[in-house]
């Protein structure tokens, strides 16, 4: 079993910047792919960004040019910079991780709060 804790959450201004961690623990294969989801009030759980084991990056195109994914695959630990931040941005952020080959398994952490306002 696989368990993801989060943390960095938090309340700032239009602007300013947070930095989420997540850390995953438990029974891991390697090759699993971290990222990030977000869920605001009344709207469906979306994709904010993802980060292959590889180091390979994928964003959401509304923060592709101000937030910034990245992984320590010895720490098995993932981090989301987020800059510039916008009231748009407020939500719950969720830790995801997946891996797609033998033996498949997915997790979910249990959500931090990311509030922007003025």
């Known amino acids: 079993q696989v368990q993801l804790v989060e943390s960095g959450g938090g309340l700032v201004h239009p602007g300013e910047s947070l930095r989420l961690s997540c850390a995953a623990s438990g029974r891991l294969f390697g090759a699993e792919t971290m990222g990030w989801y977000r869920q605001a009030p009344g709207k469906q759980r979306e994709l904010v960004a993802t980060?292959?084991?590889?180091?390979?990056?994928n964003y959401a195109d509304s923060v592709e040019d101000r937030f910034t994914i990245t992984r320590d695959n010895r720490k098995n630990t993932v981090w989301l910079q987020m800059d510039n931040l916008k009231p748009e941005d407020t939500a719950v952020y969720y830790c995801?991780?997946?891996?797609?080959?033998?033996?498949?398994?997915?997790?979910w952490g249990r959500g931090t709060q990311v509030t922007v306002s003025s």
């Open positions: 980060i292959t084991s590889g180091g390979n990056t």
């Open positions: 995801n991780l997946k891996r797609s080959y033998t033996p498949t398994y997915s997790a």
